[in-house]
């Protein structure tokens, strides 16, 4: 019992002796950044702290719970695809820094640095992001050209590609916000990312519309506009109106001042002739009994 105990204290004093570990140290800031597609450097220097020559005998890098690269006796014993020592001569550089060749979505995540040497060991822990940008937009109508008048158009703007599910909005070419009608769908792609795509129904549809778009932290990440071949039925009633004012209704003006013309003289020369009997007719129009005369009311 007695000798259990002080081999437990013996562990106890030799595990926190090595754990001191002044000799080595691990230059290992705890967050990284990687972007979708590009490589990514998780920064770890292994260093020496009394300046004498060291050798580095094992390294582990983990991903979680998986090895990504490993030396073993100072040799390269595995390297996980996509993952290798940043730098070629890390062994004389004592510079274990990993690369990451290829940044995926799923390369986010906790990474431990394991690194034993002829005058200790040491383990870092970081923690790898990774973001991925929106491609620029993609707009369509699902009228297509010649958009009749009266009838609702369906614009999509479609962006691929986000670490995140984004916004988009929308915008004519007054500067008029449609956002609040539009309808936005994000998903997940089997690669991580992920794919927005928002819908506009406009009951009258100006000629111009912009749609951006911007990732979930609020930065503005693509852009890109439609125009839309209206066929403005309004616009064509108008010009046919037009044409049948110039051919139809001078011509009908010209006509009708002519006949009011006639009658005017019609009546001017009917009235003289009066003037002229007025004499005889005098008489006959001031008994007030007497009818007047059917000639003078008929219609010419
Ligand atoms: C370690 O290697 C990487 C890749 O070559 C380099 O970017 C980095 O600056 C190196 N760090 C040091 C301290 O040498
Ligand atoms: C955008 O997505 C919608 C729905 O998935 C689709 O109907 C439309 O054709 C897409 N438009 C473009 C320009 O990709
Ligand atoms: C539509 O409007 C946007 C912004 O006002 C402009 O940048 C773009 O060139 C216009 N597109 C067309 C085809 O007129």
Same mark, same amino acid.
Request: net charge positive; no cysteine.
């Given at each position: 019992m007695a000798s259990v105990v002080y081999c437990l204290l013996l562990t106890c004093l030799i595990s926190s002796s090595k754990s001191v570990e002044e000799f080595l140290s691990l230059d290992c800031p705890t967050e990284h950044h990687g972007v979708y597609g590009q490589r990514s450097l998780v920064k770890c220097i292994a260093k020496a702290n009394m300046g004498e020559i060291t050798t580095i005998k094992h390294v582990t890098w983990k991903k979680g719970a998986e090895r990504v690269l490993m030396v073993t006796a100072g040799k390269l014993e595995m390297e996980k695809d996509?993952?290798?020592?940043?730098?070629?001569?890390?062994k004389v550089n004592m510079n274990t820094s990993l690369l990451l060749t290829n940044t995926k979505m799923s390369d986010m995540g906790e990474y431990e640095c394991m690194v034993w040497t002829?005058?200790?060991?040491? =383990? &870092? +822990?970081?923690?790898?992001?990774? =973001? &991925? +940008?929106?491609?620029?937009?993609?707009?369509?109508?699902?009228?297509?050209?010649?958009?009749?008048?009266?009838t609702d158009v369906t614009l999509f703007c479609n962006a691929t590609g986000g670490d995140q599910i984004g916004s988009i909005q929308w915008f004519d070419e007054f500067g008029t916000n449609w956002t609040p009608n539009s309808e936005l769908v994000g998903s997940?792609?089997?690669?991580?990312?992920?794919?927005?795509?928002?819908?506009?129904v406009l009951k009258d549809p100006s000629s111009n519309y912009t749609c951006l778009v911007f990732n979930a932290r609020g930065v503005q990440e693509g852009?890109?506009?439609?125009?839309?071949?209206?066929?403005?039925?309004?616009?064509?009633?108008d010009q046919t109106s037009g044409d049948l004012h110039a051919r139809y209704v001078a011509p009908l003006v010209i006509i009708g001042s002519l006949i009011v013309g006639l009658l005017v003289t019609v009546l001017i020369c009917r009235r003289r002739s009066r003037k002229a009997r007025r004499p005889s007719a005098a008489p006959l129009m001031s008994d007030g009994h007497h009818p007047v005369t059917t000639e003078e009311y008929v219609d010419p």
């Open positions: 996509g993952f290798q020592f940043a730098d070629p001569d890390w002829d005058v200790g060991h040491k =383990t &870092a +822990k970081t923690h790898l992001s990774v =973001t &991925a +940008k929106y491609q620029t937009p993609t707009m369509n109508s699902i009228q297509g050209e010649n958009i009749k008048d009266n997940k792609t089997e690669n991580g990312l992920f794919n927005l795509s928002s819908r506009l852009k890109a506009s439609l125009s839309l071949q209206l066929m403005s039925m309004s616009g064509r009633d």
